[in-house]
């Protein structure tokens, strides 16, 4: 990860958002609401860069106190929800509380996730928080899959 991205689109209610890529090429992210929030949706995309050519690999628009719950259905999410788990302290359903610290430290995605023989890439994750049908905050990453030698072997990491 090389570079993130978070506005607020209603400074209203998103409250002390704050974003940044940490030196273990993970990212960590805090936000609270000035009340309790039940109405949310997301629209994320993962779109991948080979040289010139960019694609959506993955894009989804789900109900996110549903997906709270359930976000278990497609393998790539499914990566993202249980490292979500491991390091942030979301609800498990909904209301999103006010006055409450919600933050993640420290996401990565493992590269024991990425198969060895996953190109070199490009990519951007973007994901987009709507609350009562406007647009709250988004949260853009830039990055890149990169191959580099260690004990003689390829690994790919997420950098």
Partial sequence: ?????????LPELVRNLSCSINSSSSFSAEFALAHDVWNTRGSYTFKIRLGSFMSNRTSVDLDLCQALETLQSEHFLRLIADEFRRVANFPVSCPFKKNTRYHIDGFAISAKFIPSYA?????????????????AFQLTIYGSLNRTRSNKKNLSTLG
């Fill in 1 to 9: 990860m090389s570079r993130i991205e978070c506005p607020t689109h």
């Fill in 119 to 135: 190109p070199e890439l490009s990519f951007i994750s973007d994901c987009m928080i709507f609350i009562n049908r406007k647009q």
